[in-house]
């Protein structure tokens, strides 16, 4: 069955140090990869996706993400990270069936140091 | 703009009541989702609709109920059966034109049955 797992309920950085988000999927296929990012009370916007191709995909806000097979691994990175980047992040896999839902992660929340 | 629509925003009820949570799409998207939020949960999905007059089950669909008359329209219904309703919904849509199209979420109702 597929999964998501986000092993970092919380995560603490200071303002302009570099960020990582752990995201490990379990998928029978090739998956498809997705960040989404959600401020409180908000819904989620798409950050960015991986379906094939070069494994380092680049977002919005300057955040980028590796896809590696070998670890199962889509880490959501950011060089610098910005006050206004404080909100909660989720990583999904897309089923590549006719149904086209998404499976999600139970969430990081980052939080950022001024 | 073309968005996704979800009203109202903070909804309460009584324990016992049944209540519809409304979601409206004007990005003529064939599919459409109901996705329930608990904190440290991440997303779990309800009921999905790739179609008009067409839905299936998600993962926990047991005390919900949907319709999808519309292109437009994916009422959700929480009924008195669900057991533990007090939780953040939210709708999402896509066009399924390809698999990594990426989901287009609402703002989310807050729903809180006491």
């Known amino acids: 069955a597929q999964s998501v797992t986000q092993p970092d309920i919380h995560i603490t950085v200071s303002e302009g140090a570099s960020l990582e988000l752990r995201c490990n999927y379990s998928?029978?296929?090739?998956?498809?990869l997705f960040w989404y990012v959600q401020s409180p009370g908000q819904g989620l916007q798409l950050l960015l996706k991986y379906f094939s191709g070069d494994t380092l995909v680049q977002g919005i806000k300057g955040f980028e993400a590796e896809f590696k097979r070998s670890q199962s691994s889509f880490n959501l990175r950011k060089p610098s990270v910005h006050w206004s980047d404080a909100a909660e992040y989720f990583c999904a896999v897309g089923a590549v069936d006719s149904s086209y839902k998404l499976i999600f992660g139970s969430g990081t929340r980052l939080l950022v140091r001024p | 703009d073309g968005g996704i629509t979800q009203s109202p925003k903070y909804l309460f009820r009584k324990e016992g009541q049944n209540v519809t949570l409304s979601c409206e799409q004007n990005l003529n998207h064939d599919a459409m989702y109901w996705y329930r939020q608990d904190p440290g949960q991440g997303l779990r999905l309800i009921y999905y609709s790739q179609i008009v007059n067409d839905f299936q089950k998600g993962d926990i669909a047991e005390g919900y109920s949907v319709s999808r008359e519309k292109k437009e329209s994916f009422p959700l219904t929480v009924t008195s059966a669900q057991k533990n309703p007090t939780a953040f919904y939210l709708c999402a849509s896509l066009s399924p034109s390809s698999y990594n199209s990426p989901l287009h979420f609402g703002n989310g109702t807050r729903l809180t049955v006491t």
């Open positions: 998928y029978g296929a090739t998956p498809y």
